[in-house]
T-cell receptor, first 115, second 114 residues
Framework: GAGVSQSPRYKVAKRGQDVALRCDPI?????LFWYQQALGQGPEFLTY????????KSGLPSDRFFAERPEGSVSTLKIQRTQQEDSAVYLC?????????????FGPGTRLLVL | AQTVTQSQPEMSVQEAETVTLSCTYD???????LFWYKQPPSRQMILVIR??????QNATENRFSVNFQKAAKSFSLKISDSQLGDTAMYFC???????????FGAGTRLTVKP
């Protein structure tokens, strides 16, 4: 595809609801990253996939956060029982190969607001 | 743990002028990567420039160049001939070798004025 796409672009959830955020990486990109960006802050790493394998999930803030990439392309970040502190922009990025220093291409993000 | 500090929350520059954005970082590593990312109001972050710590030569990409001072752990971005399209948030980022955890600073909001 032309770039990394994410959907929805905006999501409003009531506290306690479950949400699912989708990322479509650039076609053929092996690596996929999720970041959380709080208002006025830089992105913070959440998790990393190489193809379908989740190689690092050390940045996930709690067990309410879950990510998957079952076929090595599209990825979904799921947040269960959302809390107000989960309000943030969730960014997805992909890179071509498995070398971690390769350029990451970012999507536009999903802005999540938990009321 | 690696930390990245951007001490200028906001900056402005006149069109066609030059501006320098500051970034310092803290690490005990000898080899690593440094990046500057630009995030325009549409929020799609794009890579501006990158530097490998083992390279002494400062990276340059057209109007963008860096001043990498390894001993001082400083990595500033210079934008020459500023253009209105340069208006954006700029993030400095650090990545250790063989590590997928890229650490970002809090960002500097740059406004280019006509």
């Amino acid at each position: 595809g032309a770039g990394v796409s994410q959907s929805p672009r905006y999501k409003v959830a009531k506290r306690g609801q479950d949400v699912a955020l989708r990322c479509d990486p650039i076609s053929g990109h092996v690596s996929l990253f999720w970041y959380q960006q709080a208002l006025g802050q830089g992105p913070e790493f959440l998790t990393y996939f190489q193809n379908e394998a989740q190689l690092d999930k050390s940045g996930l803030p709690s067990d309410r956060f879950f990510a998957e990439r079952p076929e090595g392309s599209v990825s979904t970040l799921k947040i269960q029982r959302t809390q107000q502190e989960d309000s943030a922009v969730y960014l997805c990025a992909s890179s071509l190969g498995g070398r971690l220093e390769e350029t990451q291409y970012f999507g536009p993000g999903t802005r999540l607001l938990v009321l | 743990a690696q930390t990245v500090t951007q001490s200028q929350p906001e900056m402005s520059v006149q069109e066609a002028e030059t501006v320098t954005l500051s970034c310092t970082y803290d690490t005990s590593e000898n080899n690593y990567y440094l990046f500057w990312y630009k995030q325009p109001p549409s929020r799609q972050m794009i890579l501006v420039i990158r530097q490998e710590a083992y390279k002494q030569q400062n990276a340059t990409e057209n109007r963008f160049s860096v001043n990498f001072q390894k001993a001082a752990k400083s990595f500033s971005l210079k934008i020459s001939d500023s253009q209105l399209g340069d208006t954006a948030m700029y993030f400095c980022a650090f990545m250790k070798l063989y590590n997928n955890d890229m650490r970002f600073g809090a960002g500097t909001r740059l406004t280019v004025k006509p």
